[in-house]
């Protein structure tokens, strides 16, 4: 392992190469970063990361104790089986950049390596939307936190590196562990559940009640993004100001409903299965590919995603 005295002679080295990583290794080589993808041996991205012109290194094979930042953007349960097959080629004083602070909370890498400064940096929004962001100058927000760093270049590290990312609202500072809870509980408690599932529940039943396909999909699909926006630009207060009378009173009629003690206690029992680790140890035992496969299924077979073939593509924003 090398030294504190070791000068590093490469800049960047994003492990993986999805969908997160590509609005990474873009932004940052357009803000004049040197950028290397380091891929597993025989990755079926390698073509790819090619065509798009970054070089690239071997994991297996090849060195990674020049480069100053690594940043590793494949899936949380492979950064641990990652860091250990490259550890014995650390050098001492490496920042390693996560993108979400799963694996460092629940399985304390900083522990494991600890004279590597490991450094959170979230941006709050989706792959496309950081390069979209990036490319407008328009407004981006991430997590970040050296908790787990003793350099004491590590927040002028962080600074640079969010900045070149085209974060330009913070970072906001908190934890790692306030960062996984929340990004796991709010997944869970309404944008990948409450959100298009009860989207889905409302036009399956103005369906059922005779209203067209159409009229349906605009104002159970659509018009979520109108609702979110307005909630984003104008807050709580100006936002119930703003809607018609019927919204206000549908909304409160509807929520002494829906928002139930049992709700409640259902988020009490995600939130617990966060903080207890029971979510983390479930993730091990876990066929993703199999249910990402029988959801996407479900939903190909849905009227909604013919609907949004034929109206959404027209309506999408940009």
Known sequence: MKTKSQLFS?????????????????????SKREVTIGLREASSSASLVKEMGFPTLTLSKDNISSYQNL??????DQHSSILRSISSMFSEDQNIFYAHGFSVTYEKLNELYPKQNHILLAPKAIASEVRYAYETKGPLTAASSVEHAS???SQQSLKQLAKDLGINVGPLEVSFKDETYGDLFSEQS??????????????????????????????????????????LKFGPVEFFKLISPNALMG????????FSSNLLKTYDNLYSDIESGKFFHDTKDFDFQKLKSDVIKEWSNHPLQDLYNKLGTKLRPR
């Open 71 to 76: 940043i590793i953007l494949t899936p949380d």
């Open 151 to 153: 350099s004491a270049q």
């Open 190 to 231: 309404i944008l990948c559940s409450l959100i298009p599932y009860g989207a889905k529940a409302s036009f399956d039943k103005l369906k059922e009640k005779g209203i067209s396909e159409d009229m349906a999909y605009i104002e159970c699909w659509h018009e979520v993004k109108l609702i979110a926006d307005a909630m």
């Open 251 to 258: 909304g409160e009629k509807a929520r002494k409903q829906i």
């Open 10 to 30: 490469n800049d960047i080295l994003i492990i993986g190469y999805g969908a997160q990583a590509k609005a990474w290794a873009l932004n940052l080589r357009d």
